[in-house]
């Protein structure tokens, strides 16, 4: 971002860049999975607020229920390339002033890896969630050290902010749980129809937000986050891919540098209808603009549709090019090892160097797929199936054998105590 124009994205966010702390942790279940908010690492989760399920079995597209929840958790914990969940898809089976909190629960007792809400929109939903929370980590002071917990709200583009929402984040905030707010603003429809114009009314939103935050509790660990599109001109719906996205990406990771604090940055979340073409030229190019430029947090895995419609498949094949892109932008090491000028001596002209000691040594480095398609012209003419039908099977396999780390099980009425104290007493 040019010098000229500094001065309109740094005034109101002096206060905020003092106060919010630039490095701290995501804390698991498992202390060894806790990811370290320090702009040297690129975090991928599961997308978030979806409401249909592409059902496994029969392939026909349903509402979205608890039992998805869990299973979702249960096969992103699997997942080596997910490294913390979002609430992937709403509970519509449970009550809409409690849903938030068993989702909360589904996924600690599914999996080890830290959770990330964007479900808890009130006051006393909040306070629920943080008592939840403080319970996994073993009370309020241990949960300040290691949140076991963290929560993203969303704006509502242009330059409002949704009351339950920031009460929500002042609850979460005085507990010492990490907070983020998201801009969606869209091109020409809530957002000017410029990407720069777009970009400040969102910066605006996101500002505005956490500055409050760090106004009530000074010091809180806040994050920038960010999901902004250009609405499609023949229908003014969100888009969930194209070029402005890919850019929003890249931008949007340079304001949060600006202020010095973590981003989660939506990446993935295609618009396509199924896993095919059109997802992989959204996912992979959003992906590889956030990634490059080292946003902390990405979402968007495994949905559809626009963040509508989860897909199991789609969720496999996203893991497979978040595995590419972490690679690439790895680049290349160079070193006396790497160079193997040794080897190349020793193999010399016309040979080969599948016999060297160097070989088998870093064999096992080189990226070998799960799903891309490297067989035979012959056999794929024989057999027909792809990708999709092998991440399709994956999951089944998942779900019929990874069991996940146990959650004790005083712990869990714990936590059953806490959703029934909030279902007794809404708001």
């Known amino acids: 971002m040019g010098e000229v124009y500094r001065p309109i994205f740094s005034q109101p966010g002096r206060r905020l860049a003092k106060k919010a702390p630039k490095v701290y942790p995501l804390a698991a279940r498992r202390p060894e999975q806790d990811l370290h908010l320090d702009g040297n690492h690129v975090y991928l989760g599961t997308d978030g ?60 007792e599914n999996s080890t890896k830290h959770v990330q809400t964007e479900s808890i929109y009130s006051e006393a939903e909040a306070e629920a969630a943080v008592e939840m929370a403080a319970i996994i980590a073993g009370g309020r002071d241990a949960l300040r050290q290691r949140p076991a917990l963290s929560i993203m709200q969303c704006t509502s583009s242009p330059l409002s902010q949704d009351g339950g929402s920031l009460e929500a984040a002042l609850v979460a905030a005085e507990a010492g ?40 509790y000074p010091g809180a660990p806040v994050f920038y986050a960010a999901a902004q599109t250009s609405a499609d001109l023949r229908s003014g719906a969100y888009t969930g891919g194209g070029p402005e996205d890919f850019l929003f990406g890249g931008a949007t990771n340079q304001l949060a540098d600006f202020y010095n604090i973590p981003l989660s940055m939506g990446s993935f979340a295609t618009g396509a209808k199924s896993p095919d073409w059109q997802a992989g030229i959204d996912n992979s190019l959003s992906t590889f603009m956030a990634a490059a430029v080292m946003s902390d947090m990405l979402l968007g895995a495994g949905l559809l549709y626009g963040s509508r419609v989860w897909s199991y498949e789609q969720l496999l094949l996203d893991c497979e090019l978040f595995d590419i892109i972490a690679r690439v932008v790895a680049g290349i090491p160079v070193d006396e090892e790497n160079l193997a000028l040794e080897t190349i001596r020793a193999v010399g002209p016309g040979g080969n160097y599948l016999s060297q000691k160097h070989t088998l040594r870093y064999m096992r480095e080189r990226w070998v797929p799960a799903f891309m398609d490297r067989r035979p012209i012959e056999t794929w003419e024989e057999q027909r199936e792809g990708p999709i039908d092998w991440a399709r099977h994956r999951a089944h396999e998942i779900l019929a054998s990874h069991e996940p780390e146990p959650l004790d099980e005083k712990i869990s009425r714990e936590l059953n105590k806490v959703i029934a104290l909030a279902e007794q007493n809404p708001a």
């Open 49 to 108: 607020c979806g409401v249909e399920v592409q059902d496994l079995n029969s392939g026909v597209r349903r509402r979205s229920r608890l039992q998805d929840v869990a299973e979702i958790a249960r096969v992103a914990d699997s997942l080596p390339a997910i490294a913390f969940h979002w609430v992937a898809v709403s509970a519509q089976d449970r009550p809409k002033e409690s849903r938030g909190l068993h989702e909360l629960k589904a996924i600690w």
């Open 177 to 216: 749980i990490p907070v983020g707010f998201m801009t969606m603003a869209s091109c020409t429809t809530t957002g000017p129809a410029t990407l720069a114009g777009t970009l400040a009314v969102g910066n605006a939103e996101v500002l505005a937000a956490l500055t409050l935050v760090e106004c009530a």
